[in-house]
C-alpha cells in the first residue's frame, strides 16, 4: 500500500475532535454504551416470545450437582479415573498385537538383509535402530491415544471442561492466577503446546504468563503412555490382580493431582514474585449441553489428536533409535558409548533415584517426551538384539530383574516425567507465544530444576527411611 | 452494463434454495476469490461449526468460549462466484482493547468484508443483538445468522426472525448449523448482500444527552471530508475515544482511500 499525505480535512477532523473532547466528561462512553443496550433490549423484547416451563431447565438441574462445592470434586476425580482406567485396560491388548506385528517384520527384514548380504551395520541401524524405535513408539502409544483422545473430545463437546473452570475457578485466584487457567491447564492433557496456545483465551498479560509457565505440570498424552506404562508394570504388579488396573488407573490420577498441586504451588510462586500482581476477574460463561456430533468428534480426536501426535512422535523417535543404535554399537576404548555416557551419568542418576541411562535416554528425547520409555528400553537392550519385548512380562524382566529397578525407581521416574522440562514443540510455541527469550528460559529451566529437587528429595527421605 | 435498483431491505423475502443445492466446498483453495465474507459473533455460538459447514474444513469445534484464537481462512462456491470465508474471534462487543477485538474490528472495518455474517445464539438474543448494533455502525453489508435454533426451541424461545429483519435492516436467517439446517438460505443471504442485489438497511443506534451531539457534530464533518463512507458516525465516536489506530487511519490517509472504495463499489 502506498502511503499517502494526510488528506486536507484530516487536520481539521482531529482538531475539532480534540475540542469536542473537552466538553466530554468520562460518562461518554457509558451513554454510548447504555443507548446500545437499551436498543438491543427493545429489539429483542419484539422478537423474541419466552415461553419459559416452569421450574429450572435440565441443564441447570445437572450443572446444579456438577458445579457444587460438595460434588464438584469428586465428579471431577472420578471422571478423570474413568477416562484413565478405560485406557489403561483398553490399550493393553492392542498394544501387545501391535508390538507382536512390528517386531516381528523387524525379525523378518533384518533376516532379508543378512540374506542379502547387507553389511551387519546397515541392518543394525536400520532395523534394530530406527525401525525398533518406531515400533515402540507406534505400540505404545497408538492404543493409549486412540482411547484417550476420543473420550477427552467427548466431554470437551459436551460442555464440560468449562464446568472445570468454573470448579477450580477459585483454586486459581487464591494463587494469583487466572480462572481462566484451568482450560488451558486441560488443553495441555491433551498436548502442552497446544495448552500454551490456548492461554491466548487469557487478556491479562501476567496472567497468560503464568499459564504459559506451568502448563507442563500437566502430564500430556506424550508422557501419558510413559506414566501408565510405570503404573502398569510397578504399581498394578503389586496390587491383587482384580484391582491391577484400578490400582494403575488410581497411581496416575494420585501423579495428575501432584501437577496439578505444583501447577498452584509454582502460579503462587510467580504470582508473589517476578510477575506480581492480583487475580483479574472475568465471566465465565457456562455453555450449554450440546450433543456432541459423533463424526466431529473422530475426526478431531484421531485426525487432528492422534494421528497428529503420533506423526510427530515418528518423526522424532526414527532419529532417536537410530542415535542409540550407533552410541551402544560404537565402541570407545572397549565401552560402548551407551555405557560410557550412561557410566559417567549414573551417579548422579541415582542422586535423583533414577540411573544413568534414564537421564541419557531423556538427554535424547528431549525433542519429543513420548519416545522416553522406547530409549530406554533401546538402550538397556543395547546390542544385545532378538529380545521380545511384546508383553508387560517380559519389560518387568528386563527393568526389575537385569537393570534392578525398584518401586523407588519408578515412583521418581513418574515425577520426573510430571515435572521436568517441556518438549522441544512446547518450548518453541512458548517462544512464539512470549516473543521473549527470557521467559522462555524459564519456562523451560524452572520445571526441570523441580524436578530434579523433587527426585532427589523423594530418593535420599526414601533410602533414608528404608 | 445495466444498472438495477437494488431492492429494498424492508420487501426482501428469502430465495428459495433446494436444500443442499448450489454451494459447493472449497476447503481452503480461496485463490482469486469474488468475494471476502467474514464470520463475526459472541464467543460460543457456533462460528466454527458454521465455518466447516459452509467450506467442509475440519476447524477445530469445542464448547468452550474462546476456543477460536487464531484467525481461520477457507472457501466455498455458489451461482459461480468464489467466496472467501474469514473465521474471526469471538467477542462480546468491539468497545474494549482486547486482541480478540481489535482483530474482529479491523477485519470489518479494513478488510472491508463484502459481507459479515453475524452468528447469534437465538437462545440469549439480547445479549447477542449488543455485538450486531456495534457490526452494523460499521458496515452496512451483513447478515445474522440466527444460529442454534434447536436449543431455542428446546428452552420453548420463539425468535421472529422476519420481525428481526425488519427491525435490524439486514438479512436474518435462522439456522442449526451443527446439522446444515439454513446452510443454503444463508449462503443465498450472503450472495446478495455481496454483490450488492439488495440494499440494507442497517439499525443505526443513537445515543442522547452530550455526547450523542459531539458524535453527531464530528460525523457531519467526516461525512463531509470522506464522502461514500458507510460509517461516520461509528468513526467520530472512536476518534472522540481516543482510539489510535483509527486517528492514524485518517492521518495516514487509509480512511480516504475505505471511503473511496465504498463510494464506488
Known sequence: MSTTAAPPGADRILDIAEQLRRRLDYSFRDQIVEAIYADAHAIADAAVRHVRPAGPTWDERIDRIITSRI??????????????????IGANYPSQAIAFVLFRVEDLAAGLFDFLGMPWWVTGFLWHGVWRGLAWVVAVMLPPMAIFFPMFTILENLGYLPRVAFNMDWLFKKVGAHGKQALTMSMGFGCNAAGVIACRVIDSPRERLIAILTNNFVPCNGRFPTLIMLAVVFVAASAPPALASLAAAGSVVAVVLIGILFTLIVSWLLSRTVLRGEASSFTLELPPYRRPNIGQIFYTSLIDRTLFVLWRAVVMAAPAGGVIWLLSNISVGGHSLTNSISGFLDPFGMMLGLD??????????????????????????????????D?????????????????LTAVCLML????????STTIWTMYKETGSKKWTALGALMPLTIAFIVTFTVAQIVRLLS | MTTKRPKSIRRWTLPVVEPGGGARQL??????????????GNPNTGKSTVFNALTGLHQHVGNWPGKTVARAEGGFEYDGKKYKLVDLPGTYSLLSASTDEEIARD????GQPDCTIIVVDATVLER??????????ITDKAVVCLNLMDEARRKDIEVDHERLTADLGIPVVPTVA????????????????ASGAIKTKPRRVRASGVAADAVEELATIIEETYSGLPNARWVALRVLEGDKKVEDAIKNGELAELAQATGTA
Open chain 2, 128 to 137: 447477542n443483538l449488543n455485538l450486531v448494533l456495534q457490526i452494523l455502525a
Open chain 1, 71 to 88: 460434588w464438584g470434586f469428586p465428579i471431577m476425580l472420578v471422571g478423570l479415573a474413568t477416562v484413565l482406567w478405560l485406557t489403561i
Open chain 2, 178 to 193: 451443527r446439522t446444515a439446517h439454513g446452510m443454503p438460505e444463508l449462503i443465498a443471504a450472503v450472495a446478495v448482500v
Open chain 1, 416 to 423: 520426573f516425567s510430571l515435572l521436568h522440562n517441556p518438549c
Open chain 2, 107 to 110: 477485519f470489518i472495518l479494513f
Open chain 1, 356 to 389: 544413568g541411562v534414564i537421564l541419557l535416554a531423556y538427554i535424547i528425547a528431549i525433542p519429543a517426551n513420548e519416545i522416553v520409555v522406547p530409549t530406554i528400553i533401546m538402550a538397556y537392550m543395547g546390542a544385545g538384539r532378538m529380545l521380545e519385548l
Open chain 1, 391 to 407: 508383553s508387560l512380562s517380559a519389560l518387568q524382566a528386563l527393568l526389575v530383574g537385569e537393570h534392578g529397578w525398584t518401586l
Open chain 2, 27 to 40: 476447503g481452503i483453495d480461496t485463490a482469486e476469490v469474488d468475494h471476502v465474507v467474514c464470520l463475526a
